[in-house]
Nanobody, 120 residues
């Protein structure tokens, strides 16, 4: 089985910064795209940023220039550096990875979610 464990959420003042981490473990053969999504109360889950194995990262317009996604393939980990946070960034953040297990089948896996609250 594969598990994704997130960390790094919390309460931060507007203009502050947070870094989220998400580490995958288990029967992993290879990890393809990694990404972060978020869901605010009463809203649908939305893509925040995605980083493929090779190629360009992609960001939601609302976070461009403020958030940076990165990955450490040796650690099976994806990060989301969030700067200049705004109250509208408040949401539960979920990591997502496309992972091939030892059976070579590729599945989507999700983290448990971590709360980010931006408030003074």
């Amino acid at each position: 089985q594969v598990q994704l464990v997130e960390s790094g959420g919390g309460l931060v003042q507007p203009g502050g910064s947070l870094t989220l981490s998400c580490a995958a473990s288990g029967s992993i053969f290879s990890i393809y795209a990694m990404g972060w999504y978020r869901q605010a109360p009463g809203k649908q889950r939305e893509l925040v940023a995605v980083i493929p194995t090779g190629g360009r990262t992609n960001y939601a317009d609302s976070v461009k220039g403020r958030f940076t996604i990165s990955r450490d393939n040796a650690k099976n980990t994806v990060y989301l550096q969030m700067n200049s946070l705004k109250p509208e960034d408040t949401a539960v953040y979920y990591c997502n990875m496309a992972i091939a297990t030892m059976t070579r089948k590729v599945h989507d896996y999700w983290g448990q979610g971590t709360q980010v609250t931006v408030s003074s």
